[in-house]
């Protein structure tokens, strides 16, 4: 996300919020698999940055 140079943050259904560039913030929400969150995207080109980090929070990371 920082390499992007867009600012993201994320929500939790909750409310609590995290800057996407901290992976220590975006741990402490605690989110769960499967729970929904709100990214939002802050920057030149936010939609196509938006896209790409939904694609990769959906996607299954840890498949072999």
Do not use: M
Not at 14 to 28: E, Y
Not at 33 to 62: F, K, N, P, R
């Amino acid at each position: 996300v920082g390499a992007s140079g867009h600012a993201v943050t994320i929500t939790t259904a909750n409310g609590q919020s995290a800057d996407g560039a901290s992976i220590l913030s975006v741990l402490t929400l605690g989110v769960a698999h499967g729970a929904s969150i709100d990214l939002l995207v802050e920057g030149d080109d936010a939609g196509t940055v938006a896209d790409q980090l939904v694609a990769l929070v959906a996607s299954d990371l840890d498949a072999p």
